[in-house]
């Protein structure tokens, strides 16, 4: 399968998006960044700040991206979002697929063995345990729907079509809109594309509210309806995860 190909999960419930095709965002080609030279010669630690602090996009940014990485499963390319205390990783089950271990890529660029812990299929979300510590952990929105209205700005981090720490932005454009195996998920028009996938949607305070995991199009590619699952499930299967 190559880089533009993703693979169909079904329709949204109740006619939800017309009838579109809710498709996963599974790169599997070689990173783009090793071409092009893009990737961080270090790994910046982010600033504190307190959790009902709004901040402006590029602080929000500096903040939510040390987190994330980019996880390679044999051929499969996606990205990863580091957990408080930074000993666990979370990512989509479609990513890692059948694999016990994958490798993660830290903003530094160190290439990091991981083990697939849990995963749950039908949440499309799967919790990794890296052999080293990766870097600072994401902080969690821990209410439900991430506390998020629609309209609310948020921003994803990622690995598009292998370039890694991509930032795209964007609203929330619903909540709670149900996937073909049932989960609420979060509607946005952030662009997200295929490597995005396991990688974090975040809001302006720099906490992580999802996990892009699919998108809906007539087309191959983003036409600005993405979605993600919400950061309380992430917790929710966090909390049943092996210590």
């Not at 090793?34 to 959790?51: F, L, Y």
């Not at 629609?150 to 709670?176: E, K, R």
Request: aromatic share 2%.
């Amino acid at each position: 399968m190559g880089l533009a190909a993703a693979v169909a999960v079904g329709l949204l419930t109740a006619g939800a998006l017309g009838g579109l095709t809710a498709t996963v965002l599974d790169g599997d080609s070689p990173s783009l960044d090793q071409a092009v030279g893009v990737g961080d010669a270090q790994t910046e630690q982010p600033p504190i700040v307190p959790d009902d602090t709004v901040l402006p996009l590029q602080e929000a940014v500096r903040v939510a991206r040390p987190s994330v990485v980019q996880v390679h499963a044999g051929r499969s390319q996606g990205s990863g979002v580091i957990l408080n205390p930074g000993t666990l990783i979370v990512t989509n089950a479609h990513v890692v697929g059948t694999a016990d271990r994958v490798t993660v890529v830290a903003t530094d660029g160190r290439r990091i063995s991981a083990a697939v812990v849990q995963a749950d299929a039908r949440q499309d979300l799967a919790i990794l345990r890296p052999s080293q510590t990766v870097g600072p952990g994401a902080r969690l929105a821990r209410e439900p729907d991430g506390g998020l209205r629609l309209g609310d700005p948020v921003f994803a981090i990622g690995s598009p079509f292998g370039l890694q720490n991509s930032v795209t932005a964007g609203v929330v454009s619903a909540v709670g809109r149900a996937n073909a195996s049932g989960v609420p998920m979060i509607q946005t028009d952030a662009p997200i594309n295929p490597g995005n996938s396991g990688g974090g949607l975040f809001d302006r305070r720099g906490r992580l509210v999802g996990i892009p995991t699919s998108i809906a199009a007539p087309i191959r590619g983003n036409v600005g309806i993405g979605f993600a699952v919400p950061a309380s499930r992430v917790q929710a299967l966090l909390d049943a995860t092996s210590p």
